[in-house]
């Protein structure tokens, strides 16, 4: 019964899914999820991925998957980032770090992020997405909701090669056949279009 949950929501919204999934990221990878510029965009999109059978997971401070959190937040997709100093460091680990070594540890982790970082418009997204794939040698898969189509899915994957400048304007050329649910709070990262 709970199955039927996602399906039931987006019908009643009256979304379609694309199934046409590359299935090069079904394992490992970074998902972006974008346009964001709804609370509905979560809803949408996770029943989406739960649909589409992809264990998508979000990163979290490691104290909120400790109990008495543990098992909501696990239960949601959480994963805890530890971001203490690696041993015989003084610093902290950056997130890019920390999200690079919980690649390291998982054998499947697929990981859900917003890169425009807020539901407000920003004409500059936040690359961390790019710098964990890179450094975690995963793809990075594009996941999308189209809100004048009502549809939504996973388009694109993209293996970043170091040169951020072209995988970004790939990722921009990508983006912009897509309306968001409110087209003036989304902008692509303007130094890439």
């Avoid at 974008?34 to 949408?44: E, I, K, M, Q, R």
């Avoid at 979000?58 to 959480?78: D, H």
């Avoid at 950056?94 to 690649?103: G, Q």
């Avoid at 993209?158 to 309306?179: E, L, R, V």
Wanted: glycine residues 6%.
């Amino acid at each position: 019964m709970l199955k039927l949950i996602p399906h039931l929501i987006l019908k009643i919204a009256g979304w379609k899914i694309d199934y046409n999934m590359p299935t090069e990221m079904r394992k490992k990878c970074v998902l972006v999820a974008a346009p964001h510029t709804s609370n509905w965009d979560f809803v949408y999109a996770m029943c989406t991925f739960k649909i589409l059978k992809i264990k998508v997971r979000f990163t979290i401070k490691k104290e909120w998957v400790r109990f008495p959190f543990k098992l909501l937040m696990t239960s949601l997709g959480a994963v805890g980032i530890d971001r203490n100093p690696a041993p015989g460091k003084k610093e902290k680990k950056s997130m890019v770090e920390a999200m690079v070594d919980l690649f390291k540890e998982h054998k499947e982790l697929v990981v859900v992020v917003t890169a425009e970082g807020t539901r407000k418009k920003v004409e500059k997204w936040k690359t961390g997405f790019y710098h964990v794939a890179l450094n975690a040698k995963v793809p990075i898969a594009l996941g999308y909701l189209d809100y004048k189509k009502k549809i939504a899915g996973v388009g694109k994957v993209i293996m970043p090669s170091g040169d951020m400048a072209a995988d970004m304007k790939k990722i921009m050329d990508f983006y912009k056949n897509f309306t968001p649910k409110f087209p003036e709070k989304f902008s692509l990262d303007l130094q890439y279009v």
